[in-house]
């Protein structure tokens, strides 16, 4: 921490988090500004593109950093805010480049993730604590056979490349833990609705796409089905709200260590089930049957089945004995925040 300022307020709390050019990034490190909980903020920002400062903040130090250089991670944790207290580590190559390009991968998601943690193993606080460490994993670490309904003791068996370097970053993580080199938080994250910005080819994104592109007056692709009728809408997928998840990130920096289960630092955040029919039919009750037209249906079978392969329900009694919480309302309240936001010229 650096050390009170002049005028007598508290000591400040230094943030550090990477992969902050990302709208997750950017959207934590705004709530950050206004949590009570990290009064005075510090933030330190760090990119592979340097990330934008957040407005009227005080205390922000942006990067473009080649993160898997170690020599560039060394320099986050010695600027002139000191040492971070907390470490969001947001930084990775996703699915699709993860497995397209598997040495990129292993370097961004694996060794850059082993870098920051001995980074942070040489550090301590001014007030002599552990560094804070929160990493955010995936559903991708799920695969092969699974339960109806994944607990917090559901074995994780990935099967692609991107979800295998985050499972082997949760073990350095709860590794260096269990060592007390760092004080370790593993947020593995549902899909995340409605994601806001431009169309992706991730696997995944028509789960966004088929709610944000017609409320922009755009055409979407549905990638399941053939019509509004077909069987096929019933794909489910395991789900969180932007401003949920930004909420959860904030409450994962002041959960007590102790709170965690004692062999591991592993959190799924709270989400709830929702199919592509349900989707639709919330984007048709927000906007209207003119939304829903702009919906085309070009079913993909690879797509379904990859998308069919991830769990979608989740037992969310754990992280919510951690203090995390939940959307509440289902689908229509989180299309009705997104049309809002459309309407104002925020997403």
Not at 154 to 178: D, Q
Not at 232 to 261: D, R, Y
Not at 287 to 300: C, I, N, P, S, T
Request: proline share 6%; glycine share 8%; charged share 20%.
């Amino acid at each position: 921490m650096v050390d009170a300022n002049s005028n007598g307020t508290s000591q400040s709390n230094v943030v550090l988090i990477t992969g902050a050019g990302g709208w997750l990034g950017g959207i934590l490190a705004n709530e950050l500004l206004s949590d009570p909980k990290t009064p005075n903020v510090h933030l330190i920002l760090a990119d592979i593109v340097e990330p934008k400062a957040p407005k009227n903040a005080k205390h922000v130090l942006t990067f473009k950093a080649d993160l898997t250089n170690p020599e560039a991670i060394s320099k986050l944790y010695e600027t002139e805010f000191g040492t971070p207290d907390t470490v969001y580590c947001f930084h990775g190559i996703m699915s699709r480049g993860s497995e397209d390009n598997f040495d990129l991968g292993l370097r961004v998601n694996i060794d850059s993730i082993r870098y920051m943690l001995e980074a942070a193993r040489t550090k301590k606080t001014s007030s002599g604590e552990l560094i804070k460490f929160i990493f955010t994993s995936s559903l991708a670490v799920y695969g092969g056979p699974l339960p109806h309904v994944v607990d917090i003791h559901t074995i994780a068996t990935p099967e692609g490349a991107y979800g295998m370097g985050k499972l082997s970053s949760e073990l350095l993580v709860n590794e260096y833990s269990r060592r007390g080199f760092i004080d370790g938080r593993i947020l593995r994250l549902p899909t995340i609705v409605v994601r806001p910005g431009v169309p992706s080819a991730a696997t995944s994104a028509f789960i966004s796409g088929i709610i944000r592109e017609p409320l922009h007056g755009v055409k979407a692709i549905c990638p399941v089905g053939d019509s509004i009728n077909s069987k096929e809408l019933e794909l489910a997928a395991w789900v969180a709200s932007p401003e949920i998840t930004i909420q959860n990130f904030v409450i994962a920096k002041h959960i007590p260590a102790e709170k965690f289960l004692p062999h591991t630092r592993v959190a799924y955040l709270p989400g709830f089930t929702t199919t592509v029919k349900e989707e639709l039919e919330a984007l048709a009750t927000v906007a209207g049957q003119d939304a829903l037209k702009l919906v085309e249906f070009k079913d993909d079978p690879t797509n379904r089945r990859i998308v069919s392969s991830w769990p979608a329900r989740f037992n969310n009694e754990y992280p919510l004995s951690l203090g995390f919480v939940v959307d509440q309302g289902g689908m229509v309240p989180i299309v009705q925040r997104f049309k809002e936001a459309v309407e104002a010229g925020l997403a």
